[in-house]
């Protein structure tokens, strides 16, 4: 069996897509493996880095044989948009996104199952041909869990110093918590999803969901104040892609900019356009143009999430 990850996502667990099919395995195998250049050495200690978006594909492999007769590691990586080198590798990349059947949803992790269709192969695609950028003109306005912010009360918040080698300089830390983790200051190891720590989840991936979510695990909308003995108090905004795809938070820090944590990749406090995020509002987002709002997080909130 091959199976064939998009490292696109930044909350939800990232789509996978098995060819169990042993002769399509080694078809696709053969053709990609092609120029061996284009893949990245999956047992690099440089923690892996991207944009918000689509940075690549892993490969892997389950059996022995495979491996053995493509001369392959069992796991592979493909760099893909502004990181992919030069040649063939946007002609592979695409091959990946046409060839997999995304269908079937993630696989990886205790994240809801949310439904993927053809509209999401047409994501990949456009992902590939933009270079995982979107421009400033194409910033939603927010919507849906957006909240008007003149401050109607003076709330005390708590802002740490940007600390990026705690989440990125152990593996086990860097692959299995994302952007959720990041805002909440907490690691979990389990890739923590809005709502899952309270017992009810989001079911959709919008503005109102995802935030009421982050509520029922104990978030305040901004400018609802929280009191002293919730402490730390963090200042965190949330976006999402539209059309339901994913979500994103940042973090602000003691320095006066933003961190953030794109899924399973490095914490940095820089967008798309490599940046220092000064307002999250105006950074560039790439797919992840609605902006929901702004909301603290608190002692209790990040020790319930999961």
């Not at 053995?68 to 040649?87: M, N, T």
């Not at 590798?89 to 199952?113: F, I, N, S, Y």
Request: aromatic letters at 10%.
């Amino acid at each position: 069996m091959l199976r064939i990850t998009a490292d696109v996502y930044s909350g939800r667990p990232n789509p996978v897509a098995d060819i169990t099919d042993t002769a399509q395995a080694r078809t696709a195998l053969r053709e990609l493996t092609r120029d061996r250049t284009l893949f990245t050495d999956p047992r690099s200690a440089e923690p892996p880095a991207g944009p918000l978006g689509l940075r690549g594909f892993w490969l892997e492999t389950f059996d022995d044989e495979l491996a053995h007769d493509f001369d392959v590691d069992s796991r592979l990586y493909l760099p893909a948009g502004p990181q992919a080198p030069a040649g063939r590798g946007a002609e592979v990349a695409e091959r990946l996104a046409t060839v997999a059947d995304w269908g079937q949803g993630p696989a990886t992790h205790a994240g809801p199952a949310l439904p993927l269709d053809a509209s999401f192969r047409q994501f990949l695609l456009e992902q590939l041909a933009s270079g995982a950028r979107t421009s400033l003109k194409d910033r939603v306005a927010p919507a849906g869990g957006g909240q008007q912010e003149e401050p109607a009360v003076t709330c005390t918040i708590e802002v740490g110093a940007f600390n990026p080698g705690f989440w990125n300089n152990d593996p086990t830390t860097l692959y299995n918590n994302n952007c959720y983790n990041y805002a909440s200051n907490w690691r979990t190891n389990t890739f923590a999803q809005p709502g899952r720590g309270c017992g009810n989840m989001y079911t959709q991936i919008t503005c109102d969901e995802v935030a009421r979510a982050a509520l029922c695990d104990g978030m305040h909308h901004r400018f609802d104040c929280f009191p002293d003995s919730e402490a730390p108090r963090p200042l965190v905004a949330l976006v999402v892609i539209p059309g339901g795809g994913d979500y994103h938070w940042y973090r602000k820090q003691k320095e006066g900019f933003w961190g953030h944590k794109p899924g399973g990749t490095a914490a940095r406090n820089y967008d798309n356009s490599g940046n220092v995020i000064y307002d999250p509002e105006t950074a560039d987002r790439g797919p992840y143009t609605i902006f929901c709002g702004y909301f603290y997080g608190c002692l209790s909130q990040r020790q319930r999430i999961n």
